[in-house]
């Protein structure tokens, strides 16, 4: 009612002749003030008002989504950062497919490797941070395999650089003095030719590796030393093991591998080794 007053008044001062009887004869006619001039000359201003709001809250509802996909893509930049630096300097997590350690690792065996204390490689540059840890024989390492660096291979350190290795009957010799290793496992009779081996002296900067299955083991005896350059890392636990063959470990058939992750949903429950969680190595 307050925009037809000031329509109203308007109206009456424009005929200064009209009496006060006339003006309310006049502002009582039709004529004058009819529902559609009304809105015309004078619209709602509370209508004004939204219309005027109505882009800039779309501007400020556009701001503040893409404010949420910027922080949602650091974030994310930052977990794949932190992620990825974990995995190159402090440590990751491996699937044992063969049985060259078993009787200590077992077919299966999903590992947790440190990687922190053994001079980890910085991407790219090559360059490598600071050995912080001495190896040790009877230690278990993870290395780059002599033969093809893309490779990775985990055995047991049998003998250092400078040490002096024989193998008599199965029993294994360092400088000149019988090594007790209740962890090797053997299944061939004393004759076979991995049961003696040597003697040999171990290079300055390498190392002599076997697996604890001394009979299923490529290792040392059959393609040399290992330098100590090509030491990553020592697998600290088991966080899982699974039981299935060594050829579905290894099939990298595409097809092949939907299959045996499906059988591994499948079967679960049923063959994973509850007792060997949380194992230390």
């Not at 990775?152 to 090594?179: C, H, M, W």
Request: glycine share 6%; hydrophobic share 40%.
């Amino acid at each position: 009612m307050h925009s037809l007053g000031l329509c109203d008044r308007a109206t009456a001062s424009a005929n200064p002749a009209t009496t006060s009887h006339g003006m309310a004869a006049a502002i009582a006619s039709p004529a004058i003030t009819s529902p559609a001039d009304s809105s015309h000359v004078c619209p709602s201003s509370s209508s004004a008002v939204v219309a005027a709001k109505s882009p800039a809250h779309s501007e400020s509802r556009t701001r503040r989504i893409l404010g949420s996909l910027r922080l949602s893509t650091r974030r994310l930049i930052v977990l794949a950062a932190i992620v990825l630096g974990m995995r190159i300097f402090v440590g990751e997590a491996s699937v044992v497919p063969t049985a060259s350690m078993e009787g200590t690792i077992l077919v299966g065996d999903h590992l947790f490797m440190d990687k922190l204390l053994y001079g980890p490689e910085i991407p790219l540059v090559h360059w490598r941070l600071p050995v912080l840890k001495s190896i040790h024989r009877g230690d278990i390492i993870v290395f780059r395999y002599p033969k093809d660096v893309k490779e990775t291979f985990l055995k047991r350190v049998t003998a250092l650089g400078g040490d002096r290795l024989e193998i008599k009957n199965g029993v294994l010799y360092v400088n000149s003095q019988p090594v007790v290793e209740p962890y090797a496992v053997h299944h061939a009779p004393v004759h076979n030719p991995l049961e003696s081996w040597g003697p040999t002296v171990v290079p300055e900067g390498k190392l002599f590796v076997m697996g604890d299955n001394r009979d299923n083991s490529s290792d040392s005896r059959d393609w040399g030393f290992v330098p100590m350059s090509n030491v990553i890392g020592e697998p600290l636990f088991v966080y899982w093991s699974y039981d299935a063959p060594t050829a579905r470990w290894l099939d990298e058939n595409p097809g092949h591998r939907i299959s045996f992750y499906a059988s591994i949903a499948e079967n679960f429950f049923s063959n994973t080794r509850w007792h060997r969680t949380g194992m230390l190595l």
